[in-house]
């Protein structure tokens, strides 16, 4: 598509959003589901999955939904909730009653909604928070796993720790899960915290976090 046509395209439909009072389930539908990407090749490990890597490039349809995820994020973030409220939290503890599958590909799609529109994210939020409490183990898990990538994003926007406080103190203290399987998927988004969001790792190691270029200076 032409980049000034699709460009055109994208500030008609966020004034038209933003002339909504609420979005119609099936344009929230086709907004996030722009954000779905290939499932990682059955040979290559969960933990190699690159949420991002579309391969040869963004099609338009993704960075018109970006834009508009975007500029429409206040506007939007209450249906953005709705839609993931049927999809998140299960109702039943049974493990034979969870939909595993479902569930890790609605929570692949909150971290691809949170690396475009960390914002549109504010009423979803509370729901991983209730997520890292429930009973069932591997809900605990996937919601762990899905805050953890969150929290090691590299986005100048917005840090999660900072910006939703009251779910990541929720995440902290899984590192005492009764559960060894989610204190393990707790200990796997550690790298990606030390790496790429400083701020966020005393509350992590428990202890302050030395930045030697940064005493010399001060002293």
């Not at 722009?34 to 960075?63: C, E, I």
């Not at 409220?85 to 109702?91: C, F, Q, S």
């Not at 909150?110 to 991983?128: C, D, K, Q």
């Not at 790429?196 to 190691?205: F, I, K, R, Y």
Request: glycine share 2%; aromatic share 6%.
């Amino acid at each position: 598509m032409n980049k000034d046509i699709e460009h055109l395209m994208t500030n008609i439909l966020i004034h038209l959003i933003d002339e909504c009072d609420s979005l119609p389930v099936p344009v929230i539908e086709t907004i996030v589901a722009q954000f779905t990407r290939r499932q990682p090749p059955k040979d290559k490990k969960k933990d190699q999955a690159d949420l991002t890597a579309f391969g040869s490039g963004y099609p338009a349809a993704y960075t018109m939904a970006k834009s508009i995820c975007q500029d429409c994020a206040d506007h939007m973030s209450r249906d953005i909730a709705a839609y993931f409220a049927d999809l998140l939290v299960p109702d039943s503890t049974d493990d034979e009653d969870v939909e595993i599958e479902n569930l890790t590909k609605s929570h692949r799609l909150v971290n691809e909604l949170y690396l475009a529109s960390p914002h549109i994210l504010s009423n979803t939020i509370p729901l991983l928070e209730a997520e890292l409490q429930h009973e069932n183990t591997d809900v605990r898990i996937l919601a762990v796993e899905c805050v953890g990538k969150m929290a090691g994003a590299r986005i100048s926007s917005a840090n999660f720790a900072i910006t939703y406080s009251s779910c990541w103190n929720v995440w902290l203290a899984r590192r005492n899960d009764k559960s060894p399987s989610v204190r393990v998927k707790w200990l796997e988004s550690i790298p990606d915290i030390f790496a790429n969001n400083l701020e966020a790792v005393n509350d992590v190691a428990g202890t302050k976090f030395r930045r030697p270029w940064l005493t010399k200076k001060e002293n």
